[in-house]
């Protein structure tokens, strides 16, 4: 996959569980130096270790809270510190956020934004610039299936992932002709603690192969970016459920959010 002496550092965020914590096992076994980040500094320490020593490369464990204003551009001046050039940049740290906005955690709100939007934004503002000027590189995008329509009760995820989709589609038309890549990786449900505190039972899910393993998302997420593709959806179901979400009209959406047992009844608008 590696043409030796050509890609060498790659940089994973929320590299400590999950699709992250695959993408870093996987770079790793192909040779990578890693620059993982996340905002646990035990966990980090670990992985970074386990990996360092299972695969006899260097890793840089960076502990920080990607869901602040100024996260991008303090972890750019910390790479530059350190004299480390990303050759792969994997945006990937995320957090799952249910329920209807009016009801929404501002606070809850600001930080999924910050992580899924702003973050990863500049970074790749950050390190694209860097890729652009040595003519190559890699920037990965993990988006989601549910970025093929709009759906209440998952409004700020699912719309922060539909921006990501596409502003990675418009980011990689930019940089192709300076001959860095930009690849979207869009999961559809893959059994990670991102289902932390909900009632899905992962074995079961896992079982029935509605979910994927984070492993089979990272390998087919890496073997797109490698091959320089614009988008890969891991696995038949979850192709399956991109398309069925995009074809599904909006009548029939906010039919079934009218119906839902769960939320409250919409109130009639009064007359004018
Ligand atoms: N699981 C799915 O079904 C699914 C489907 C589609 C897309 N995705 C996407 O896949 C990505 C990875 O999620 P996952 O499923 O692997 O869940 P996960 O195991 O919960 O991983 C999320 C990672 O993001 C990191 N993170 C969260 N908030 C952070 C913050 N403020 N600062 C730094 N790091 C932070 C976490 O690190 P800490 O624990 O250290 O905070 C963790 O390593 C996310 O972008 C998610 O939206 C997941």
New binding site residues.
């Given amino acids: 996959m590696r043409a030796a002496g050509e890609l060498t550092t790659a940089l994973v ?9 695959a993408f870093a096992t996987e770079l790793a076994a192909l040779g990578y130096t890693l620059v993982l ?4 500094a035990d ?2 320490a670990e992985v970074a270790t386990d990996l360092a020593q299972r695969h006899g490369i260097a890793t840089h464990p960076l502990v ?5 204003a100024e ?1 991008a551009t303090t972890l750019a001046a910390e790479l530059e510190r350190r004299g480390l050039e990303v050759d792969i940049l994997v945006n ?5 956020l249910f329920g209807e906005v009016a009801e929404t955690d501002p606070d809850r709100a600001m ?1 999924l934004l910050q ?2 939007v702003v973050t990863p934004t500049l970074l790749a503002r950050h390190l694209g610039a860097r890729m652009r000027a040595r003519r190559r590189g890699h920037l990965l995008f ?5 970025a093929w329509n709009d759906f209440p009760g998952i409004a700020l ?1 699912g719309s922060s ?1 539909r921006y990501l989709k596409s502003f990675a589609a418009a980011l990689r038309s930019e940089l192709a002709v300076w001959g860095v890549n930009v690849t979207t990786v ?11 505190g909900t009632k899905v039972d992962l074995a079961l899910a896992l079982r029935l192969g509605v ?1 994927l393993t ?1 492993e089979a998302v990272a390998r087919a997420g890496l073997k797109a970016m490698f091959a320089r593709r614009a988008l890969v959806v891991p696995g038949l179901m979850a192709k399956l459920f991109a398309w069925g979400m995009g074809a599904t009209p909006r009548w029939l959406i906010d039919l079934l959010r009218r119906r839902a047992p769960w939320l409250p009844r919409p109130t009639r608008r009064p007359r004018a």
Wanted: hydrophobic fraction near 45%.
């Fill in positions: 965020t929320g590299a400590c569980s999950g699709i992250g914590l980040v996340s905002n646990r966990a980090l920080m809270d990607l869901a602040r996260a990937n740290a995320g957090m799952l930080a992580l899924h993990v988006s989601s299936i549910s995820y992932k869009a999961p559809g449900a893959t059994a990670t603690d991102l289902y932390a979910m984070p």
